[in-house]
């Protein structure tokens, strides 16, 4: 089993509906989870961290579920600037290594 | 702050030929990275570094050697170019105490023909 797994997706959605990701993570010690957007040939940015049960910013909000070992992240009344590849990265407990999800493809159209 | 920098954006190798990409950072980060990152594979680990003179293995460090001399700069040096790495290559810093929050510079496209 791949440490972090995610759906390629693409999602299609159109403006204003309400889209969710999921992240599995492989090892239940984990403590932090992030979440990275990255546009069509640009680099990844950080959109947002997780460090208990979840975490809300504007229209987007991420939740943690340790029982099931799984992040979402959760995007309110999408734009056509959503539109991006969103990566779930989780750190390997006790080492310095970043692991990356292969991302999940938002598209959204008028 | 000019944030990472990668140098060059774009490199055409043939095989067998070696290189180095630059990464530099004026973020007084300890923690820089390496990753590649190739279609439906996602971003995978080269090599990173804690701190000045110390650098480990990723997950896919094979004909990839790395150095860190200052804080500031961090050098990808292809060996032997091969066409399996043909990819697209990040560099990233942060703080040693965060390194889930990493900040990338714009990526090198580099085909091996």
């Known amino acids: 089993r791949k440490e972090v797994e995610q759906d390629p997706g693409p999602f299609n959605v159109p403006e204003g509906a309400t889209v969710a990701f999921n992240c599995t993570y492989s090892n239940s010690a984990s403590q932090s989870f992030f979440w990275y957007r990255q546009d069509c040939r640009k680099e990844p940015k950080l959109l947002m961290s997780v460090y208990s049960s979840g975490n809300e910013d504007g229209r987007f909000t991420a939740q943690l579920n340790r029982a099931s070992q799984y992040i979402s992240l959760l995007i309110r009344d999408s734009k056509l600037s959503d539109s991006a590849t969103y990566l779930c990265a989780v750190p390997l407990r006790g080492y310095n290594k970043l692991i990356f999800g292969a991302g999940t493809r938002l598209a959204v159209h008028p | 702050n000019a944030g990472v920098t990668q140098t060059p954006k774009f490199q055409v190798l043939k095989t067998g030929q070696s290189m180095t990409l630059q990464c530099a950072q004026d973020m007084n980060h300890e923690y820089m990275s390496w990753y590649r990152q190739d279609p439906g594979m996602g971003l995978r680990l080269i090599h990173y570094s804690v701190g000045a003179g110390i650098t480990d293995q990723g997950e896919v460090p094979n004909g990839y050697n790395v150095s860190r001399s200052t804080t500031e700069d961090f050098p990808l040096r292809l060996l032997s170019a091969a066409p399996s790495q043909t990819s697209v290559y990040f560099c990233?810093?942060?703080?040693?105490?965060?390194?889930?929050?990493?900040?990338f510079g714009p990526g090198t496209r580099l085909t091996v023909t």
């Open positions: 990233a810093s942060s703080s040693t105490r965060i390194v889930g929050e990493q900040y």
